[in-house]
């Protein structure tokens, strides 16, 4: 059995992308399981960069099946465009991407609904969400209302439904000062979308247990991270959406006994774009350097990331709940040419001074940092640990001893090449 999940440890943006399309070299299968086109997964092969939305990363890999779950929020309009990138750059999509009938459509009012509810929310309420309709969509899943991909085969259908919703939302979008859009105008911008997605309409956890039951070696590609995640995350400034790798699960339609490992990517520091807690977080010049060294700005929304040192108790936590068995260990680069950097390895908390992230009160604690020696040398070249300067194997390797989870790979740089490789995601 060769099922791999791979989550985000920290607050999203660790690389996932990457890390996705480098162990894709040996994958059959890459599964998306959540969220939308909230997430941006970049990936770089030599000078040429994509970022990926809905698609998943293993897309560059010619070998690989890809898969879009029931579990995932598909906005038609950015899945063609995507399709369309892809293509124009040479990646045959065509009978090796399969998008599952039950994930549910993002319509033009739910993106409306959550610009609105940003732009109106008084400091304080709102979430700093990628605008992209993912809240609004989820909302209408769980309140047995959605609309879904499969929707898209039967456009007269279609056309009822959306009616239907616009009563729903109507007074919704009215309250918040908008203008509902007219079901006709939606229909014009679906009705020449619906046949580029139709014809990949699948029933994906079919296609994702019989890879499983062949011995293939499936990935399942997570989106947002752990403290994004809807249940675990620091609510209510999360997404909408299962990020934790149990929501591979559930997302993908695949039972718990047939993963075989979970993998779990944190930066040598961390980061966080949207509002809600960060105790990390580097507000002065230092925060600067690192969004600057770490080209820290949004892949989705291009706004800036915040910044702060790594948290032990945060990715102990991450540890916990998604039952990590290694960790990707991405961006090391980044850190080179500070003398010091400093470590988060407790909280003081109203509760005293713990190790462990008590999510409850994440808003309350009180980071307590170690200092750690830094490193001049640029890493970029290294493909192996003792590449590394030894500051670096040392910090690699205290991080490793301190979540006590073994790390798989280092990457020190963007490009697909410039990676460590220390295990085998499948083996
Ligand atoms: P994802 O959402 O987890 O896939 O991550 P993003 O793609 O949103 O953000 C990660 C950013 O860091 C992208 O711009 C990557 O190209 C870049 N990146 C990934 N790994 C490394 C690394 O090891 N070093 C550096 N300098 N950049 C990296
Ligand atoms: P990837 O997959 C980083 C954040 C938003 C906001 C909160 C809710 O690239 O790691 P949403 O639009 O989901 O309702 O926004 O979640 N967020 C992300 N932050 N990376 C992501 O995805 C994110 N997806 C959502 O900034 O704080
Ligand atoms: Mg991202």
Redesign the pocket.
Known sequence: MSAVVIV?AQW???????IVDLYTESADVVVRFAGGPN????L?VGDDKI?VRLVPSGILRAQARCIMAQGMVVDPAVLVSELDVLEAKGHATRGRLFVSDLAHLILPYHRLVDGLREATATDGQKIGTTKRGIGPCYEDKAARRGIRVGDLADLDGLEQKLARAASAWGPVVRELGGEMPDVSAMMSELRPLAPRIVPLIADTAVLANDAIQKGERVMFEGAQGTLLDLDHGTYPFVTSSSAVAGGACVGAGVGPTRIKRVLG?TKGYATRVGEGPFPTELAGELGERLRVA??EFG?VTGRPRRTGWLDLPALRYAARVNGLDGLAV?????LSGLDTIEVCVAYDTPEGRTKELPIRHVGKVVPVYEKRPGWRESLSHARTMAELPQAAQDYVRYLEAEIGVPVFLV????RRD?TIVLRDAFG
């Not at 991405?330 to 980044?334: H, Y």
């Not at 990457?411 to 963007?414: A, D, E, K």
């Open positions: 985000g999203g943006d660790e690389g996932k992308g990457k997430a941006g997964h970049t770089v970022v990517i770490g080209g892949s991405t961006k090391l680069d980044v990457s020190v740089g963007p410039e």
